[in-house]
């Protein structure tokens, strides 16, 4: 299994549909684990921290199952504007180690 | 200021040139982060430094030199590009190596190597 892995998409959604996201992890001790969104050219900015109970933001609910070593991302009634790439990021390897930054997932909502 | 600034926002370097680009943060981290991304690909991890030490150098060509003199500040040097060098050059900040927290992006430096 790869350290972080992600469908790459794209997933094409209509305005207002619901959307979810993927992302196993291989390292059963990973602590701490976070969504990003990338904008075209820009730089990735934090969406939210995924704790071990979920949480939710908004149309945004992050949830962890560490069973089976995945982080998800519901999006819902999604937005023109929630178009991006959504970057899964764990810290993957044991020790006091760099966040491993998954290769993201590319969004597209269409009007 | 607060948050990771970079400058500068865009440089465009001949092959011979010497550059430098310069980064900053006013968060109180202790760790800093090179990110090198070409265009629609993923993140590439350059350089670590924690505590102003270097504690991670992912292969990276000794045409990339990075210097880190105090926690506020990192800077990569560059020198003899090629144009594959040609990306987005980000760095990142964070409260411990670990990245607890996540990690904070400066908004980047696009490099163009003619």
């Known amino acids: 299994r790869k350290e972080v892995e992600q469908d790459p998409g794209p997933f094409n959604v209509p305005e207002g549909a619901t959307v979810a996201f993927n992302c196993t992890y291989s390292?059963?001790?990973?602590?701490?684990f976070f969504w990003y969104r990338q904008d075209c050219r820009k730089e990735p900015k934090l969406l939210m921290s995924?704790?071990?109970s979920g949480n939710e933001d908004g149309r945004f609910t992050a949830q962890l199952n560490r069973a089976s070593q995945y982080i998800s991302l519901l999006i819902r009634d999604s937005k023109l504007s929630d178009s991006a790439t959504y970057l899964c990021?764990?810290?993957?390897?044991?020790?006091?180690?760099?966040?491993?930054f998954g290769k993201g997932t590319r969004l597209s909502v269409i009007a | 200021e607060t948050g990771v600034t970079q400058t500068p926002r865009h440089l465009v370097m001949g092959m011979t040139n010497k550059k430098s680009l310069k980064c900053e943060q006013h968060?109180?981290?202790?760790?800093m982060y090179w990110y090198k991304q070409s265009a629609k690909k993923p993140l590439e991890l350059m350089f670590v430094?924690?505590?102003?030490?270097?504690?991670e150098n992912n292969s990276v060509p000794s045409r990339f030199s990075p210097e880190c003199p105090n926690s506020s500040h990192l800077f990569l040097h560059l020198h003899t590009l090629q144009p594959e060098d040609s990306a987005l050059y980000l760095c990142?900040?964070?409260?411990?190596?670990?990245?607890?927290?996540?990690?904070?992006f400066g908004s980047g430096t696009r490099l163009t190597v003619v």
């Open positions: 390292n059963s001790a990973s602590q701490s």
């Open positions: 990021v764990v810290n993957s390897r044991p020790g006091n180690t760099p966040l491993v």
């Open positions: 430094y924690s505590l102003e030490e270097r504690v």
């Open positions: 995924v704790y071990s």
């Open positions: 968060l109180g981290h202790n760790a």
């Open positions: 990142a900040s964070s409260q411990d190596l670990g990245g607890s927290y996540g990690y904070t």
